[in-house]
T-cell receptor, first 116, second 114 residues
Framework: AQSVTQLDSHVSVSEGTPVLLRCNYSSSYSPSLFWYVQHPNKGLQLLLKYTSAATLVKGINGFEAEFKKSETSFHLTKPSAHMSDAAEYFCVVRTESGGGADGLTFGKGTHLIIQP | DSGVTQTPKHLITATGQRVTLRCSPRSGDLSVYWYQQSLDQGLQFLIQYYNGEERAKGNILERFSAQQFPDLHSELNLSSLELGDSALYFC?????????????FGPGTRLTVT
């Protein structure tokens, strides 16, 4: 079964400094991986996705993630944090159970705090 | 705006009652998914429909049921409600089922059971 583990429940960085949100995955085959962001009292927005093409994936708002099979990791990074990045971030793996069934399995989330 | 709509936005009801949550997928999307977000369980996949047929079940309770109608909108029915059912319920849609299609999420329905 596929699963994801987000290694930090909270991350605090200063505005203008780099962001690193860590995620490890477990999958018996090449997974489809995603990062979603949830701003307070808002729905979920897709930041980026990995689907076995390039291992370095660029997303919206300057975020990117690198798929590392040897480390079973899919960490999310951004070179310079902005106050508007403060939100909850979810690492997600697609749970494909055959016959086109494909719900998503979410990590527990990382709360990103941006200090002014 | 993802193009997925959910109604109502908020719902307050009492224990033992039954409610229906509605979701309209993005135009052209055939697959609809329901998720529950609660403080203790996090975000959990409940159920998936594709073109009117149930495709997959996740952690959905027997008291909950869903359906997808010919116009592709979907409803999630929650019955015999308990305090623990209080949560944010999201609907998502995608163009197709399986493969690499991303899911677009609606704004959610916040259910409060008192």
């Amino acid at each position: 079964a596929q699963s994801v583990t987000q290694l930090d429940s909270h991350v605090s960085v200063s505005e203008g400094t780099p962001v690193l949100l860590r995620c490890n995955y477990s999958s018996s085959y090449s997974p489809s991986l995603f990062w979603y962001v949830q701003h307070p009292n808002k729905g979920l927005q897709l930041l980026l996705k990995y689907t076995s093409a390039a291992t370095l994936v660029k997303g919206i708002n300057g975020f990117e993630a690198e798929f590392k099979k040897s480390e079973t990791s899919f960490h999310l990074t951004k070179p310079s944090a902005h106050m508007s990045d403060a939100a909850e971030y979810f690492c997600v793996v697609r749970t494909e159970s055959g016959g086109g069934a494909d719900g998503l399995t979410f990590g527990k989330g990382t709360h990103l705090i941006i200090q002014p | 705006d993802s193009g997925v709509t959910q109604t109502p936005k908020h719902l307050i009801t009492a224990t033992g009652q039954r409610v229906t949550l509605r979701c309209s997928p993005r135009s052209g999307d055939l697959s609809v998914y329901w998720y529950q977000q609660s403080l203790d369980q996090g975000l959990q996949f409940l159920i998936q429909y594709y073109n009117g047929e149930e495709r997959a079940k996740g952690n959905i309770l027997e008291r909950f049921s869903a359906q997808q109608f010919p116009d592709l909108h979907s409803e999630l029915n929650l019955s015999s409600l308990e305090l623990g059912d209080s949560a944010l319920y999201f609907c998502a849609s995608s163009v197709s089922s399986g493969g690499r299609y991303e899911q677009y999420f609606g704004p959610g329905t916040r259910l409060t059971v008192t």
